[in-house]
């Protein structure tokens, strides 16, 4: 392993094995009862009793569901219009300011709406994740199509390139860049909304199941709940990062 890479695995875990030490102590020293603070050993053995009972899989398995459907469908409507609007002067000056509101709404102020057209359950869920994602993504790719110099559609023309020619050698490659950040950002907001909307209108999921363990006082179980949504928000983070050693995207990078 290079010295680099190294130190970019010890370091993180030297802090990590830092705020451990540091939690140990703080339970160890009674400052707050167990019931309010719980222990690494209590954290731990909460950790096994989950596992083993099959529900922390299931809850992860839910919640995960619903993300990736919500911001699958958000992509895949968004990233179109956004190359469109990115195109069309007449279209982003109309859509614009709406598209701005709406990004600008909080998701979960549609939760009751949600709640009334699709029930507590999946769709809901679904439904606030998609809202969560789409308008950002619009607007990201809009901005990154719109900031394309001009340059290379003139080179694309001297080849002959056609319009679909165009869009993927020249349009999507140049943005990728932009847009995965973009995805970046807005699949931790999506992650971070599913948990949200599970605490309110779900039935399952990791969401509801810290607003269960909650409601029973089992704290070791709430942190258990939070140490697994936190890992998984940074392995979605590291495997969207993996798309830019796309050799189409890297093109986009070195532009």
């Not at 919640?63 to 968004?78: D, T």
């Not at 080849?159 to 993927?168: A, I, N, P, W």
């Not at 309110?200 to 969401?207: N, P, S, T, W």
């Not at 942190?223 to 949504?229: A, D, K, P, R, T």
Request: proline share 6%; charged share 15%; glycine share 8%.
């Amino acid at each position: 392993m290079k010295p680099g890479a190294a130190r970019s695995v010890l370091l993180p875990a030297l802090v990590a094995a830092a705020l451990i030490v540091v939690w140990y102590f703080v339970s160890a020293a009674g400052l707050f009862p167990p019931s309010a603070f719980p222990s690494p050993d209590a954290v731990v053995k909460a950790f096994a009793q989950e596992a083993k009972s099959g529900r922390l899989f299931n809850d992860i398995v839910t919640s995960l569901f619903r993300v990736s459907c919500g911001f699958l469908i958000a992509v895949a409507a968004g990233i179109p219009l956004g190359v469109w609007m990115g195109q069309k002067l007449p279209a982003r000056t109309a859509l614009l300011p709406i598209t701005n509101f709406f990004r600008n709404l909080s998701p979960l102020a549609w939760m009751p709406f949600a709640i009334l057209w699709f029930g507590v359950g999946d769709s809901a869920s679904i439904f606030l994740i998609f809202l969560s994602v789409f308008f950002p993504i619009v607007l990201a790719t809009m901005a990154a199509v719109a900031g394309i110099p001009a340059v290379h559609f003139q080179v694309a023309r001297s080849y002959g390139l056609r319009r679909f020619e165009k869009l993927t050698q020249v349009t999507l490659p140049a943005i990728m860049p932009q847009v995965i950040t973009a995805l970046r950002v807005t699949a931790g907001v999506a992650w971070l909304v599913v948990v949200a909307a599970e605490m309110i209108a779900g039935r399952d999921g990791l969401g509801f199941a810290v607003m269960d363990s909650r409601n029973g006082l089992r704290s070791d179980i709430l942190v258990v709940e939070m140490i697994v949504i936190g890992v998984i928000g940074v392995l979605i983070d590291r495997v969207l990062v993996q798309l830019t050693t796309i050799p189409s995207v890297r093109w986009g990078y070195e532009r």
